[in-house]
């Protein structure tokens, strides 16, 4: 992807004369622009978050912009009287973005100009352009994933969680408690595979090869009977963090053969990982077999090689590595765990499929309908 064609991140809006006709303090009453409300829910279904920079006083603008029944599609607003620069990179560090996926539209060029000038990477539009918007390649992801579609829910709740946090008083582990934390390991479909492609590519610090799977590859081993492809969701009671982990296995007579895992970094404190490792022992305990895990030292995933040494894993020789071809990869070392029965944290419910054979008679600690 070319620089100008990467993709916008966050649209910042402002207001008079902008996303709505008129200047409100001068008007009262205004309406939004010709096809605005349209271009808003459009832009919020390909997972581009909508943010506001507008000098107006705040509750004026923010209760027109309930009345309007749009105030809902924004996160972080910065409505007020500062400049509209100051305001732009408030709303880039809040969302943690970079200014080259900020885009900004005004219909003053002296406010793009000020923008510009300040932040010459956010890309400014004039609010002419608006019509266009929907069509320009930086605001055409090629694909929509189902967390796409939540990104704006996922960013909400995830302020939400940061601010309980900051505020709880205890050990953190009544925190997690307090979370009501879903996790759900699922077998992935095809209708997964973008967001699952999406987390080989983001993920780093917990990914224990760095390899990169695409859409075909992945969408063989869909196909393979002999191979898991398995996704990891997350919820809790301030909403969703979507797909946050990852399984790529291969089924062998001894031993199953973990080639990927990876999970999401914004998750690790969670105990995401732990519990992965944990249910996958669980379930080759009950099928009888070991684990075998790749793991290829990249300069980030360090995190990982521990997560695998904390749940047992050795290199350690076994009769089940003969099961497997030697490894491709020559700086891949391949950990080896005779596993044991594990149980569920006590901070997360966890639903999961069931590898191992048919569901467990009357459900067990880690499955249950
Ligand atoms: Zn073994």
Redesign the pocket.
């Known amino acids: 992807m070319t620089e100008a064609a990467k993709v916008v991140k966050c649209l910042v809006w402002d207001l008079d004369n902008t996303l709505w006709q008129g200047t409100l303090a001068e008007d009262g009453e205004v309406v939004l622009r010709p096809r605005v409300r349209d271009l808003i829910a459009e832009l919020d279904r390909r997972g581009i978050l909508q943010s506001v920079a507008s000098k107006n006083d705040h509750d004026e603008a923010w209760a027109k912009l309930e009345a309007l029944g749009v105030a809902d599609y924004f996160v972080l607003p910065r409505i007020g009287w500062g400049p509209k620069s100051a305001s732009v990179a408030q709303i880039a560090d809040g969302l943690n973005f970079a200014h080259d996926v900020i885009a900004f539209v005004d219909d003053q060029p002296a406010e793009r100009a000020e923008v510009t000038y300040h932040h010459p990477q956010v890309r400014c539009y004039p609010a002419e352009r608006l019509d266009q918007i929907a069509t320009l390649p930086e605001f055409s992801p090629a694909t929509v994933t189902a967390d796409a579609r939540d990104r704006r829910r996922m960013y909400r709740a995830g302020f939400a969680r940061t601010a309980a946090q900051a505020e709880f008083r205890g050990p953190s582990d009544d925190f997690l408690r307090s979370l009501d934390m879903v996790m759900r390991i699922d077998r992935a479909g095809e209708a997964d595979l973008a967001r699952v492609e999406e987390l080989t590519l983001r993920t780093s610090q917990m990914n224990a090869t760095g390899v990169h799977y695409g859409h075909p590859e992945l969408t063989a081993l869909l196909a393979d009977p002999e191979h898991e492809v398995l996704v990891t969701t997350l919820t809790d009671r301030f909403g969703p963090h979507g797909a946050v982990g990852l399984v790529l296995m291969g089924r062998h007579a001894?031993?199953w053969h973990l080639k990927l895992l990876a999970t999401s970094c914004r998750v690790v404190a969670f105990g995401v990982g732990a519990t992965l490792l944990n249910w996958l022992g669980a379930e080759a305990t009950r099928a009888g077999v070991?684990l075998?895990a790749d793991f290829r030292p990249t300069a980030r995933n360090r995190m990982m090689d521990v997560a695998y040494r904390f749940a047992g894993f050795t290199d350690d020789p076994?009769?089940?590595?003969t099961d497997l071809s030697p490894p491709e990869l020559s700086e891949l070392r391949r950990l080896?765990l005779?596993p044991s029965p594990a149980s569920p944290p006590s901070t997360m419910t966890v639903r999961a499929v069931p590898l191992a054979g048919p569901f467990p008679e009357g459900g067990d600690a880690w499955h249950s309908r």
């Open positions: 001894a031993a070991h075998l076994c009769a089940c590595r080896h005779v």
